[in-house]
C-alpha cells in the first residue's frame, strides 16, 4: 500500500520563527489533507490539498503531486501552533481511506 | 451546521468485555470512517460506512464491527477487548464517498485494563 513519511519527527523553534514540515507519499493520491492535533486529540483541519498551494492566515501548503511530495509552512509561529502535525493522503487505488504519516511534533517555545 | 461529535469522551473497560462507541456525522455528510490512533502514532483507517453499507476496510479482525444508521450517524463495536486496544478513537465524516475532506470529531479515549 501506499507509504506516507513526515519530516523531521521533531521539531523545537522559538516564537517568531518559520518552519517547514514535509510530507512525501510514495502512489498517486486523490486527496491530501494535513491536520494538527491539539493536547485533547482534535484533529484540527488545516488543509484539503491534492495539489497546487493554498494559504491561510500564517500558514501555507504546497502539494506537487506529480513529485508525490506536500510542503507546510508555518510563519512567524506562536506558541499556540504547538502539537503534532499530521499529513494524511488517500491513494487513488484505495479511495475513501486517509493514510496518515507519523506526524511531525512541533514545540515552539516563548 | 453541526460538526462530527462522538460519545462518550472517555471509557474504561475491563479486557474481554464489549465495547460501543458513537458518531454523528456532520450535517448532510453520509459518508462516516472510523480510525484508531494508539499513543504516540497517526491514526489507523479502520472502516468506512457508505449510505448504510461497509465500504472498505483496514486491518483490523473481525471482533471490530459497525453500523451505520438512516440518519448516517454510526456506531464501532469492539467485542473481546484487549489491552491493545486501549487508544483514541476517531470518527470522521465526509460529503460523498471518496469526495473532498474528512472532518473529525474530537474522539473517544478507550482504556482497557
Known amino acids: 500500500g501506499i507509504q506516507v513519511e513526515q519530516s523531521p519527527p521533531d521539531l523545537i523553534l522559538q516564537e517568531g520563527a518559520n518552519s517547514t514540515l514535509r510530507c512525501n507519499f510514495s502512489d498517486s493520491v486523490n486527496n491530501l489533507q494535513w491536520f494538527h492535533q491539539n493536547p485533547w486529540g482534535q484533529l484540527i483541519n488545516l488543509f484539503y490539498i491534492p495539489s497546487g498551494t493554498k494559504q491561510n492566515g500564517r500558514l501555507s501548503a504546497t502539494t506537487v503531486a506529480t513529485e508525490r511530495y506536500s510542503l507546510l509552512y508555518i510563519s512567524s509561529s506562536q506558541t499556540t501552533d504547538s502539537g503534532v502535525y499530521f499529513c494524511?493522503?488517500?491513494?487513488?487505488?484505495?479511495?475513501?481511506?486517509?493514510?496518515f504519516g507519523q506526524g511531525t511534533t512541533l514545540q515552539v517555545k516563548p | 451546521e453541526t460538526g462530527v461529535t462522538q460519545s462518550p469522551t472517555h471509557l474504561i473497560k475491563t479486557r474481554g468485555q464489549q465495547v460501543t462507541l458513537r458518531c454523528s456525522s456532520q450535517s448532510g455528510h453520509n459518508t462516516v470512517s472510523w480510525y484508531q490512533q494508539a499513543l504516540g502514532q497517526g491514526p489507523q483507517f479502520i472502516f468506512q460506512y457508505y449510505r448504510e453499507e461497509e465500504n472498505g476496510r483496514g486491518n483490523f479482525p473481525p471482533r471490530f464491527s459497525g453500523l451505520q444508521f438512516p440518519n448516517y450517524s454510526s456506531e464501532l463495536n469492539v467485542n473481546a477487548l484487549e489491552l491493545d486496544d486501549s487508544a483514541l478513537y476517531l470518527c470522521a465524516s465526509s460529503l460523498e464517498f471518496s469526495v473532498g475532506e474528512q472532518y473529525f470529531g474530537p474522539g473517544t479515549r478507550l482504556t482497557v485494563t
Open positions: 494524511a493522503v488517500e491513494a487513488s487505488s484505495n479511495t475513501g481511506k486517509l493514510i
